[in-house]
């Protein structure tokens, strides 16, 4: 079976859908099961995180001092295995049969969860803590290395994308769960006699639970069973410490790098010391556990949010002065949970605080894979992080130490008013400015706008000006896609069903479709072949400048329909993406250019390289002659674009038949035709639906339901394509 059949094949429903398309992956059905074990393993995880601090807390009640040290080993404990025994669970991991690794860690730890609770003495929580870690250690490779036998290799991205999601999104409805068995755990307290435990035992027992109906949920799951090929180690895998001091050397040769793993840190540390001081903090505000989960829930909502909306910040403002920002605000945030002293308040700094480290870390995540080298993004990746792990484990432990060493502290008031300020608020205190200065200090490193004030820029990202902006009349449809994708074939398609609707249209293409295009298309394509990659940037930016101001933008001012075949994503996808050139550059210099007119609707035909390139007849041009890897990038490059704005984009398997293609694209172009035909274009019928400026007039040779839509006479700068019209106005006086 081919890798693409088996992507297709395994979807339940028989429905095809884009390889970016979590659907797609999620009907997968071994991965479907592997999926929930995960989902089950990670609501056990942070509900176990959860529960043995507070446990730890209460064992050690009694002493602020000894409260702290106790919460402050078990987080280390938890961390501390990952830092040094890594590798060696990759290690074992590799030599055991995988089914049975998961199943066992799971009903392992299942055991040593339940047993907290019933011995319920401080000793034992800490060995049972390692332990636990341990089993983890071999857990986590073994399900990672499982994943990519389940999924075909283009939907990978998103196995791994859903994986990342499960393990952090479940820690907000690990707090709510948190919260909820606490409040039981004390009504039963005072309820019945015989139940006698601690307020979180309920919690650890239904913590083991999920962890044995994970057990019974893998133990079915006959796909991921064998040992894995020998040399198939994961990067979890890798020595930590090797990785640390390659990467050491690397980030002291890198201005942006050196930025964005101080920031990454900081934001790490910030989030860190909520974790680690969090149970404190809430303690010493009067909050109980269930206090407790709200916090943390409200961190993890505030983080879930911000890598959410993060995104769309980004079209409009540099990534990097982004990064910086961000990581202040979060240093802000945290500063202003360490002064309130109101509960209901903390929480919501907390969502704060969250909201702006999950923009830092997604922000940082995209920049080190848009703008680290390839050939050295996996041991960057690897570093960081390593670098996280060894923060989080310093501050998970630091913090409550710090905490505790302080001890608590009251500030008198005028009035007789006293503020008291407790160890934990003194330690967010300095953990917040501590990040805040990370964050100017990564700005300062990592800024590409020296000289534009950061002030305009913001205001600039909030009135939306510099996010580009789309045309208030006529309707501006982009196809972008790999070589062969179709394109043209359902671009042309596409206008002859919008004129049927009475729609006035114009189809045209990049490069090359005005005067000057075509002799940079000429150059480009079939020039010489030394061109660098800045040149070829200019070059086609230079095309894009000409074709929107004497093409694109008169015809939306008339209120019709402009289709183009590529616009500015393939700039990025093929000089961003394939030739690798900054991808911030780039969008400045593609805003410039066109001077930010976006499409309304950007239309991403999806396809393997292979099969594009396939489909391709003749010479092969400059661009098509660059080897497959340069085409894998650049499609990964236009998956990850529309990712950015799912509403503005319709992604589509373009191995599909052209008809059922056409149709899908129709149906995504339908709700946007509301606003259009005014000026020449009317919604049926009107002015424009049968003048002379109808590119593609049936009359010219259109066979009714074919590909070709209307003039067949060839473009001379596009061999086997119909001739576009040069500007709209001269078709209109033809
Ligand atoms: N869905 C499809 N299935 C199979 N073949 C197709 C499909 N769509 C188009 N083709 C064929 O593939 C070839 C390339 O199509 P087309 O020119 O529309 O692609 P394109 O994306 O515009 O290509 P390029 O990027 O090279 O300009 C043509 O021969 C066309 O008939
Ligand atoms: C607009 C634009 C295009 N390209 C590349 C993509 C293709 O290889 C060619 C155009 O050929 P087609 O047959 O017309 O699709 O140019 C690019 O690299 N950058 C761009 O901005």
Redesign the pocket.
Known sequence: MSEHERSTSTVESGMSVPANDIRGVLRIKPFRTLWIALGLSSLGDWLGLLALTAMAGQLAAGNYRTENFAIAGVLLLRLLPAVVVGPLGGYIADRLDRRWTLVVGDVIRFVLFASIPIVGTLWWLYVATVLIEAVSLIWLPSKDAAVPNLVPRDRLAVANQVSMVTTYGSALPAALLFTFLALINSSLIRTFHWFNGGSVDLALYFNALTFLVGALVVARLHEVSGRPASGEITEEQTNVLKAVIEGWRFVAQNRLIRGLVIGVVGAFAAGGVVIGLGRTYVTDLGGGAAGYGVVFGALFTGLAAGMAVGPRFLVGLSRRRMFGLTLTAAGLSLIAVALFQNLVLVAFCTVLLGAFAGITWITGYTLLGLEVEDSIRGRTFAFVQSLTKIALAAVLAAAPAIAGSIGAHGVELPGKVTLTYNGAAITFLLGGIAATAFGLVSFRQMDDRPGVSVLRDVRAVFSGHDRGFYADTGLFIA?E???????????RRLARWLEDQGHTVTVTHEPGATDIGRDLRHLLLHGASGISPRTEALLYAADKAEHVDSMIKPVLAEGAVVIT??YVDSALAYQGGGRDLSQSELVRLSRWATGGLRPHLTVL?DLPPEA?LA???GTPDRL?REPLEFHSRVRQQFLDLAALDPERYAVLD?????DE?AAQIRNAVRPLLGGVGGGVGSEVGGPGAGGVDRPYDRRDGDSGDG?GGGDQREDPS?P??PVQPQRPSEEAQA
């Open positions: 196809f896609g790999g070589e062969g994708a179709g394109k043209s074939t359902q671009a075949d590529r035909l594009g489909r391709v007849d098509e373009a191995t599909q038949p052209v293609l590909d596009r086997g394509q």
